[in-house]
Nanobody, 123 residues
C-alpha cells in the first residue's frame, strides 16, 4: 500500500489561503487521490479527488470555486489549494489513495490514508 504524509495545515484567518501537500512513499500511478476532512463531533466527509492522470477533479459542492486539487506524479505528491477559507472549513484534513483501473476521480473506496493535518480558520 501507498504510505501518505500530509503537511501544510495551520491556523489562518477567514478569507485566507492555505496549500496542503500530501507526499506518497511510492508511485501513485494508477491511484486516484483524494482529500477528506473531519470536524470535531462530525463525520468524515469527502472534499476533493483527482484521477491518476490529473485531468479530472471532483469537489464537494461547498468547496467548489474555492479549493483546487492537483497532483504531480513525478513527485508523487498531491496538493489541495484552499482559498477564501471559512470557519466551517476548520477540520483535520486527510489525504487518501485508491488504486483504480479506470482513470476517474473517486469519492469512496480509499485504502491508504495519511495521519491528517489540522486546519483551523478563525473568524
Amino acid at each position: 500500500q501507498v504510505q501518505l504524509v500530509e503537511s501544510g495545515g495551520r491556523l489562518v484567518q477567514a478569507g485566507g489561503s492555505l496549500r496542503l501537500s500530501c507526499a506518497a512513499s511510492g508511485s501513485t500511478f494508477s491511484y486516484a487521490m483524494g482529500w477528506f476532512r473531519q470536524a470535531p463531533g462530525k463525520a468524515q466527509e469527502f472534499v476533493a479527488s483527482i484521477n491518476w492522470s490529473g485531468r479530472t477533479p471532483d469537489y464537494l459542492d461547498s468547496v467548489k470555486g474555492r479549493f483546487t486539487i492537483s497532483r504531480d506524479n513525478g513527485k508523487n505528491t498531491v496538493y489541495l489549494q484552499m482559498n477564501s477559507l471559512k470557519p466551517e472549513d476548520t477540520a483535520v484534513y486527510y489525504c487518501a489513495a485508491a488504486y483504480s483501473s479506470l482513470d476517474v476521480p473517486l469519492r469512496s473506496g480509499y485504502a491508504s490514508w495519511g495521519q491528517g493535518t489540522q486546519v483551523t480558520v478563525s473568524s
